[in-house]
């Protein structure tokens, strides 16, 4: 799922099991909806660039090419990460929805459990071209496995380590890091305990993706979950309360991060990073929105996300949750095949280049991932990352309320350091228990 994302609406994810069970799909598991509008199509696409205008001035060109191409007008509109989970609940449960869009990988399950989408079976994914076409981490994130995936990949990103490189060099640090321990160290030789106006590290504390996110990294370098195997919340496990603490702590006790950036939901971190007061931050694809900022490409250094000793890899070596953008069909659409057709389109190898070069994200179809194109170092970190260490966020149905009850979990520790209360593990878990109990009222 993409960087730029807010929380939803806890109520309305809260109630989300329920409300999606009794949503009606189409006419048809294997085609879906219709084909009553043949020559039209309502796209919601995710806001993935800088801002909205920038999504519309980088589709509007493809949207007309597939035009000409089919003779089929789409309509466009681009939603912003803070309103579309909340957007997507509201059409499945009214069946009112638009033909095809965007959903965070992570939702994936959530939403196939609500039967709104299409499945993407055999005999579709070979009318795009084959499942084989994309990369298995992209498609692993794209629904519960044994099961037909709810979306197709469009955009594939990884989490990355940026660093600014003058900040670096002005504390004399000659490398960037690579464990969590270096990021303390380094950051705090940058912020000296918060008396020298600047931050080692920056982070979105009131984003409640971006506190799971990385909670669910950490607590997968801490040999933990938050789900076993049968899909039961284990949030209070050891693992899950060492990792949460250990990401509070750097705020608390490490004193590298802003106690402002508690109140961070939309990228004031990145903001913060381009103007020289915060050196490190951990993001999806961050390089659009430092070139908006108008930060050259020498300003900045990417690096893998760190673990907590030796080298990225599986299991406890795991440095990033499997994130990106899925293109999904809903099922209602009165134009099935155009659908197909359009997704097609947006996954064909030409328009892959086109579109994951404008938005600095990673191809997840195999023949775009290796153009020259893709050869920026975070590009390169964060396809790397998606090969050898990444791992997709738990596929479940209730991955959504998930992120919505651990993230305002730590969203809730931010603000208790940021107001100079105390965070211990009993308060940590105390949070996690209030949530875990949330998700089995």
């Not at 949207?63 to 059409?91: C, H, M, Y």
């Not at 506190?211 to 949030?235: C, E, M, R, W």
């Not at 903001?271 to 390089?287: E, I, L």
């Not at 947006?346 to 893709?374: C, H, R, W």
């Amino acid at each position: 799922m993409r960087k730029t994302r807010a929380a939803a609406a806890v109520t309305v994810v809260t109630v989300m099991g329920s409300l999606l069970a009794a949503c009606g799909g189409g006419s048809s598991t294997d085609g879906g909806g219709s084909n009553d509008s043949p020559k039209t199509l309502t796209y919601w696409a995710s806001n993935q660039g800088p801002n909205v205008d920038y999504d519309k001035k980088t589709l509007g060109p493809e949207l007309a090419k597939f035009q000409k191409q089919t003779g089929i007008k789409v309509k466009l509109e681009v939603i912003p990460w803070s309103d579309l989970l909340n957007r997507i609940l509201a059409a499945t449960t009214s069946g009112q929805g638009p033909d095809v869009l965007n959903i965070g990988n992570t939702w994936s399950a959530s939403l196939q459990a609500s039967g709104a989408l299409l499945p993407w079976n055999k005999a579709n994914f070979d009318a795009i071209g084959g499942k084989d076409r994309f990369n298995d981490s992209a498609v692993a994130a794209a629904g519960a496995e044994g099961k037909d995936p709810s979306a197709v990949p469009l955009y594939s990103l990884a989490y990355a380590l940026y660093y600014n490189k003058q900040m670096f060099k002005d504390a004399g640090i000659a490398s960037p890091p690579s464990t969590w321990a270096d990021v303390v160290k380094d950051g705090q030789k940058i912020s000296k305990n918060g008396t020298s106006g600047k931050w080692g590290l920056g982070l979105e504390g009131s984003n409640l993706q971006e506190n799971i996110h990385t909670s669910y990294v950490l607590a997968k370098q801490h040999g933990a979950d938050f789900f076993d195997k049968s899909g039961k919340p284990t949030f209070t496990s050891p693992g899950a309360v060492d990792a949460v603490m250990q990401y509070v702590d750097l705020m608390q006790k490490d004193k590298i991060i802003n106690p402002g950036n508690a109140e961070y939901a939309q990228n004031q971190s990145l903001q913060d990073f381009a103007k020289g007061k915060t050196a490190m931050v951990v993001w999806q694809a961050a390089a659009s929105n430092f070139t908006s900022q108008h930060m050259s490409t020498n300003d900045w250094g990417a690096v893998p996300m760190p673990v907590q000793s030796g080298t990225p890899g599986q299991g406890a070596q795991v440095n990033s949750m499997v994130a990106g953008i899925n293109m999904a069909i809903f099922n209602n659409t009165k134009n099935v095949d155009g659908a197909k057709k359009f997704v097609k389109f947006m996954t064909s190898d030409d328009e892959q280049v086109i579109l994951n070069k404008a938005y600095g994200s990673v191809p997840p179809v195999k023949a775009a991932d290796s153009n020259p194109a893709f050869q920026q170092s975070d590009i390169q970190v964060m396809a790397k990352t998606l090969q050898t260490s990444a791992t997709p966020l738990p596929q479940v149905p209730a991955e959504s309320q998930y992120e919505t009850q651990v993230g305002t979990a730590i969203k809730n520790l931010w603000a208790d350091v940021a107001a100079g209360k105390t965070v211990t593990k009993d308060t940590v878990k105390s949070e996690l228990s209030k949530a875990q109990q949330q998700m089995t009222q």
